[in-house]
């Protein structure tokens, strides 16, 4: 199955949880927190303006961002778990 946000959402693909700390403790589930930085997936086709135009949105397919811990709605496509926010929710384009 294939998503298309509408508008000015983007699709994210959330990265793996980290299941050990830098100093090699291993986390239980409980106790790890879900990344806030993951890859675009999808994107709309851009922010709906007051005169009839379209705000172009400025990530694209494959670009790996960062998020609000709680930006975003959960939404299950297939067996695979994504998260659908606005463009506004999106805090920076990680590169390198």
């Given at each position: 199955?294939?998503?298309?946000?509408?508008?000015?959402?983007?699709?994210?693909?959330?990265?793996?949880?980290?299941?050990?700390?830098?100093?090699?403790?291993?986390?239980?589930?409980?106790?790890?927190?879900?990344?806030?930085?993951?890859?675009?997936?999808?994107?709309?086709?851009?922010?709906?303006?007051?005169?009839?135009?379209?705000?172009?949105?400025?990530?694209?397919?494959?670009?790996?961002v960062?998020?609000?811990?709680?930006?975003?709605?959960?939404?299950?496509?297939?067996?695979e778990?994504?998260?659908?926010?606005?463009?506004?929710?999106?805090?920076?384009?990680?590169?390198?």
């Amino acid at each position: 199955m294939k998503i298309r946000p509408l508008h000015d959402r983007v699709v994210i693909r959330r990265e793996e949880e980290e299941e050990q700390t830098a100093g090699g403790i291993v986390l239980p589930d409980t106790a790890a927190e879900k990344p806030q930085q993951g890859e675009v997936v999808a994107v709309g086709d851009g922010k709906p303006l007051d005169n009839g135009d379209k705000r172009a949105i400025a990530v694209k397919e494959g670009d790996r961002v960062l998020f609000g811990k709680y930006a975003g709605s959960e939404v299950k496509v297939g067996d695979e778990t994504l998260l659908v926010m606005r463009e506004d929710d999106l805090m920076a384009v990680l590169e390198g």
